[in-house]
């Protein structure tokens, strides 16, 4: 678990923009796919396409072989970590009860909350107990950053979908988040698609880069050494 294919996928909003075209693209079980490309190039809409926030228009998404528009919309959200450029938190809940919110939904038992959330904190280097802040405005914007992804980590999702998880970051903290953020993904295994614009993070990051361009068209697909010797 978990791998996504992306089968003919095309999206064509109502008022006739091409997000994306007749997209074929495997993304392996543990993959880091990063996906770069001009803004309006469809990245965003093609992660949407995977939760369902957005439907495609023409093909099929499959994560392990079923489409994903056949399954129930919470139990698919559930398997997945959704993290956007500006996380949501809870102004008037505590780091750890945001990064507790879905364990709460799901009942989880007060001590295996607890240690999770104590986990997942020293996993992104926030320790609100020990030092530091406790409520989501005493962060800095890499902070919140860093407390999304631990949100979004809570119940070990097969998928990540990442939208520009680092893009509002300042570029000292930008820099010691991503190179954290690969270990993580390095430890858990997850299966990760991560949308950014900047060119360095996804050779940084990804496994595999996949280029997009005007259009949803899908340029290129190579891993960060092959894109960087030609
Ligand atoms: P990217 O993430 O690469 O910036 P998007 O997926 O956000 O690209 O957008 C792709 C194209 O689809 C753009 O032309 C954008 O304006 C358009 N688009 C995105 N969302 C909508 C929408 N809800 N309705 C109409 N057009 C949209
Ligand atoms: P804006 O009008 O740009 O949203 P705000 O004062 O609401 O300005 O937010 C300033 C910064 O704090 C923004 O970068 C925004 O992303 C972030 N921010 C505001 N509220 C939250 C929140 N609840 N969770 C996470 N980040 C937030």
Redesign the pocket.
């Known amino acids: 678990r978990a791998h996504i294919r992306f089968d003919e996928v095309g999206k064509e909003?109502?008022?006739g923009?091409v997000?994306v075209a007749g997209l074929d693209l495997d993304v392996a079980q543990h993959e880091l796919l990063t996906l770069v490309?001009?803004?309006?190039?469809?990245?965003?809409?093609?992660l949407r396409m995977v939760n369902r926030l957005v439907e495609p228009t023409s093909g099929r998404v499959l994560v392990d072989g079923d489409d994903v528009a056949g399954v129930d919309e919470v139990r698919l959200r559930r398997g997945m970590g959704y993290v956007i450029q500006h996380v949501g938190l809870f102004p008037h809940r505590t780091v750890a009860e945001n990064v507790a919110t879905v364990p709460r939904l799901l009942r989880w038992d007060r001590r295996r909350t607890r240690d999770r959330v104590a986990e997942l904190l020293s996993l992104v280097h926030l320790d609100p107990e020990l030092h530091g802040p406790r409520y989501p405005h005493e962060l800095s914007g890499g902070q919140r950053q860093r407390v999304g992804v631990a949100r979004a980590l809570a119940t070990h999702p097969a998928i990540m979908l990442m939208d520009e998880p680092f893009g509002a970051v300042d570029p000292e903290g930008r820099r010691s988040l991503q190179t954290e953020f690969r270990r993580i993904h390095d430890d858990l295994g997850t299966t990760v698609l991560l949308?950014t614009h900047d060119i360095d993070e996804a050779v940084l990051l990804g496994d595999r880069v996949a280029v997009?361009s005007q259009g949803?068209n899908l340029e290129q697909l190579a891993t960060p050494a092959t894109l960087l010797s030609r």
Do not use: E, H, I, Q
Request: aromatic letters at 12%; glycine letters at 22%.
């Open positions: 909003y109502p008022d923009t997000a490309g001009p803004s309006g190039s469809g990245k965003s809409t093609l949308v997009f949803g």
